[in-house]
């Protein structure tokens, strides 16, 4: 079985600082994860995913991610967040490169503070 | 890039009557659709599979008959809930596979409130 763990269920942080949100997943076969933002009352849209390849991947918005196989991580990070950037992140997990559904982690309230 | 839309996006029933939340992919064909539903600060959890054709997927601990899922057609899959009650008061979201890649692709969210 598949899990997905945020170590932070909420970050504060000023405007134009650096953040990561933490994810550690844990799996007994090859992964593929998945960062999501959520805004208030809206469906999830992606922000990166990780398949294969190089283990540092980009995303929209300015975020990148990097895929960690010894540490079993795939910490987000942004080197300058803006107010706009106030959501929940999740981090997700799934066996296939795609039509098999996502295993979530909890949740990551990122709040940019002016 | 894919849309998915799902309708309502908020509704509010009475308890003891149904509710039916419709799923659709507008600019592609989805045999896999995939049912969430999210508490208060909590994450999200599947509740079904859904797949045009055949019968839902449930996940465990997911009453099947409560929560009626209908795949009839390529772009649309839907959600009832049924003799609905306070405690499913939820956020509904819906994804769908694009055939192509296998990328979800999810919709806005329907918020139920069961008064």
């Known amino acids: 079985a598949q899990s997905v763990t945020q170590l932070d269920s909420q970050v504060p942080v000023f405007e134009e600082a650096p953040v990561e949100l933490r994810c550690n997943y844990s799996?007994?076969?090859?992964?593929?994860l998945f960062w999501y933002v959520q805004y208030p009352n809206q469906g999830l849209q992606l922000l990166l995913k990780?398949?294969?390849?190089?283990?540092l991947v980009k995303g929209i918005n300015g975020f990148e991610a990097e895929f960690n196989k010894s540490q079993t991580s795939f910490h987000l990070r942004k080197p300058s967040v803006h107010i706009s950037d106030t959501a929940e992140y999740f981090c997700?997990?799934?066996?296939?490169?795609?039509?098999?559904?996502?295993?979530f982690g909890k949740g990551t309230r990122l709040s940019v503070i002016a | 890039g894919a849309v998915v839309s799902q309708h309502p996006s908020r509704v509010i029933c009475k308890s003891g009557t149904s509710v039916k939340i419709e799923c659709r992919s507008l600019?592609?064909?989805?045999?896999?659709m995939f049912w969430y539903r999210q508490f208060p600060k909590k994450s999200l959890m599947l509740m079904a599979t859904?797949?045009?054709?055949?019968?839902?997927?449930?996940e465990q601990g997911v009453e099947k008959d409560k929560f009626l899922i209908n795949h009839a057609s390529l772009t649309l899959s839907t959600l009832t809930v049924t003799s609905a009650h306070p405690e499913d008061s939820s956020f509904y979201i819906c994804?769908?596979?694009?055939?192509?890649?296998?990328?979800?692709?999810f919709g806005e969210g329907s918020r139920l409130t069961v008064l």
């Open positions: 990780y398949l294969s390849g190089s283990t």
């Open positions: 799996s007994s076969v090859s992964v593929y």
């Open positions: 997700a997990v799934s066996q296939n490169s795609g039509n098999t559904p996502l295993v």
């Open positions: 859904s797949n045009e054709g055949s019968k839902a997927t449930y």
């Open positions: 994804s769908a596979s694009l055939p192509s890649t296998g990328e979800l692709f």
């Open positions: 600019d592609f064909q989805a045999t896999t």
